[in-house]
């Protein structure tokens, strides 16, 4: 029926969009995947484009820099250490799991007593990472699978950096397929063990810091390379975390196009 409370929930977006640094961009960049009411989509968009001109970058460069890693210090781990107790919070495919164990390697159903008392602060933070966590993965996935409508590009080192070796969007482009161009030469890869490879498991050792990268996509490509990377994913157990090489592709006939 619409929103409760306009004027408050606009004096929150303006908020977001206003504050120093980027912690309230991220949040005003999940909101604007979740909200689809066009005024407030309206509002948000004016916000980021204001926050992007304000810090001399485009949208879309805001949308890539304001993803926090919420204390992720590897692609998709995060270990804290309280006492003789060891958190683990793992981003595992579209999933975010935490796990509890002793330094000796027992594992524990929830963190013990002593950690309570000892380490509040630090457990209440760990629960506030994995409950803000569980919010943002969808969201950047979302805004990943965007890309297509954006059309997106960038060179190697800046989308190693923000999306590939990113501790939080690292755990879903390591499982999409990229584009890359250079001059007259093109290629599809994935990343896989520490390299970008070829559908046909060979490496492609030709990147360079001029090679662009978009999002890869089936539409462009003949059949047969979609069904070769459908193949590749089925072989190496990689579950995407929306349809890319599963995508449903419509091309016209010649009939349809005449």
């Known amino acids: 029926y619409g929103p409760r409370a306009a004027k408050v929930g606009n004096a929150c977006i303006w908020a977001l969009g206003a ?20 005024k407030a989509q309206g509002m948000m968009t004016n916000a980021l484009e204001s926050a992007a001109q304000r ?9 890539e820099l304001s993803v926090p890693t919420y204390g ?19 981003v595992d495919g579209n999933r975010v799991e935490q796990t509890w164990q002793r330094v000796d390697g027992k594992k524990l159903a929830a963190a013990p007593k002593t950690v309570q008392t000892e380490f509040g602060e630090e457990l209440q933070e760990i629960k506030q990472a994995v409950k803000d966590l569980r ?3 969808p969201a950047q996935r979302d805004r990943l699978e965007n890309l297509y409508l ?16 990113h501790p939080l969007v690292g755990t879903l482009a390591r499982r999409l397929i990229w584009k890359f161009s250079q001059g007259d030469r093109a290629a599809s890869g994935i990343w896989w063990r520490g390299q970008i ?5 060979q490496p492609l050792d030709w990147l360079s810091d001029q090679t662009t990268v978009e999002l890869w996509h089936p539409l462009h490509v003949d059949p047969q390379v979609v069904l070769a990377w459908r ?6 157990e990689v579950q995407q975390p929306f349809k890319q090489a599963h995508r449903e592709v419509y091309i016209l006939t010649d009939a349809e196009i005449t």
């Open 72 to 90: 992720l210090e590897d692609v998709g781990l995060r270990v804290d250490e309280l006492g003789e107790v060891r958190s683990e919070l793992r």
């Open 150 to 165: 954006t059309e997106v590009r960038g060179s190697v080192p800046v989308w190693r950096e923000r999306y590939l070796e």
């Open 231 to 236: 193949q590749w994913l089925v072989e190496h």
């Open 197 to 201: 490879i070829g559908r046909d498991d």
């Open 135 to 137: 919010k943002m993965l």
């Open 19 to 38: 504050m120093p640094g980027m912690e309230g961009l991220a949040q005003l960049s999940i909101l604007k995947i979740k909200i689809r009411q066009p």
């Open 55 to 63: 810090n001399g970058l485009t949208a879309d460069e805001i949308a």
